[in-house]
């Protein structure tokens, strides 16, 4: 499911909202999510899952065209947990 696809998903079952009051809606979720995770904050939606950063050290990586060796700079990267309620559904229990 693309970004669009949710906003219709949600337009279509709340049929009080206008369109463009869901599309900012939506976007304002995200934005927040984006934003904690930004200042290294964690966002957890229970029974989701949670979001969280992690710190990759720096080290030496190699070119895989060349075999050279290169460094790696240290890097932030995003991570995503699973909450109980989804890896169950996933697993259909």
Request: hydrophobic share 35%; charged share 40%.
């Amino acid at each position: 499911m693309i970004r669009s696809e949710l906003v219709d998903k949600i337009a279509e079952e709340n049929p009080h909202l206008y369109q463009r009051d869901v599309e900012r809606i939506v976007g304002t979720i995200f934005d927040e999510i984006i934003d904690a995770m930004a200042n290294g904050d964690r966002v957890e939606l229970r029974g989701f899952g949670a979001f969280s950063v992690k710190k990759r050290d720096a080290r030496r990586g190699r070119n895989p065209r060349t075999g050279e060796a290169v460094p790696v700079e240290e890097k932030h990267v995003p991570f995503f947990k699973t909450g109980k309620l989804l890896r169950d559904r996933l697993n259909k229990r």
